[in-house]
């Protein structure tokens, strides 16, 4: 199996199917990243972003000059797009609907508990879009799609001390945020 770089040469000379094989490499990891960032109610808009890092890292693969290690580029590319369709995105409602989350709810529950988990989750959801964008990042990655500290910081390109840090300031600035709201 041909490494990165190997690849990344393949390109610059024009094998296209060398691109194709990085996109297949990256595809997966470009994703979770966006939807990590976006949050998941932004499944499309995820999609939509990992296509546009794709055509971004095309057309700037030419001058990809290897200081960096092609993923941690990638995922740069990846975060600060995400970043940009975020704020776009908090203009728009999610594509879930409210009733969706009713549905997801156990039927063993009774009106209140579902209704007291409804307005949990609300709220749970709403402190975190008050966390800065590399906590919420952190706290997805790791708590929602599953991802390890490791993981994650080949991500979001820093180091895991880096992500540890992210996910306590992130739990504690979470804590604080829900005290106040009363949870």
Same mark, same amino acid.
């Given at each position: 199996?041909?490494?990165? *770089?190997?690849? %990344?040469?393949? #390109? !610059?000379?024009?094998?296209?199917?060398?691109?194709?094989?990085?996109? *297949?490499?990256?595809?997966?990891?470009?994703?979770?990243?966006?939807?990590? %960032?976006?949050?998941?109610?932004?499944?499309?808009?995820?999609?939509?972003?990992? !296509?546009?890092?794709?055509?971004?890292? =095309?057309? *700037?693969?030419?001058?990809?000059?290897?200081?960096?290690?092609?993923? *941690?580029?990638?995922?740069? %590319?990846?975060?600060?797009?995400? #970043?940009?369709?975020?704020?776009?995105?908090?203009?728009?409602?999610?594509?879930?609907?409210?009733?969706?989350?009713?549905?997801?709810?156990?039927?063993?529950?009774?009106?209140?508990?579902?209704?007291?988990?409804t307005q949990r989750?609300?709220?749970?959801?709403?402190?975190?879009?008050?966390?800065?964008?590399?906590? !919420?990042?952190?706290?997805?990655?790791?708590y929602w799609l599953?991802?390890?500290?490791?993981?994650?910081?080949?991500?979001?390109?820093?180091?895991?001390?880096?992500?540890?840090?992210?996910? =306590?300031?992130?739990?504690?600035?979470?804590h604080s945020k829900?005290?106040?709201?009363?949870?």
């Amino acid at each position: 199996m041909e490494s990165d *770089s190997e690849l %990344i040469d393949r #390109v !610059q000379r024009g094998d296209q199917r060398a691109f194709a094989e990085l996109v *297949s490499r990256h595809r997966v990891q470009v994703f979770n990243l966006a939807v990590s %960032i976006l949050g998941p109610a932004f499944v499309p808009e995820a999609e939509d972003v990992a !296509q546009e890092v794709f055509l971004k890292a =095309h057309r *700037s693969l030419k001058s990809f000059r290897g200081d960096a290690e092609f993923g *941690s580029w990638l995922y740069r %590319i990846t975060f600060n797009q995400t #970043v940009n369709m975020k704020a776009l995105a908090r203009f728009r409602k999610p594509h879930v609907h409210e009733r969706a989350l009713e549905i997801l709810v156990s039927s063993e529950a009774g009106p209140d508990q579902q209704a007291e988990t409804t307005q949990r989750d609300q709220v749970l959801a709403e402190c975190i879009q008050t966390l800065p964008d590399a906590y !919420q990042s952190a706290l997805r990655l790791y708590y929602w799609l599953g991802k390890g500290v490791g993981e994650i910081a080949e991500l979001l390109g820093v180091p895991e001390n880096t992500v540890k840090s992210y996910l =306590h300031r992130a739990r504690l600035l979470l804590h604080s945020k829900l005290k106040e709201r009363g949870y």
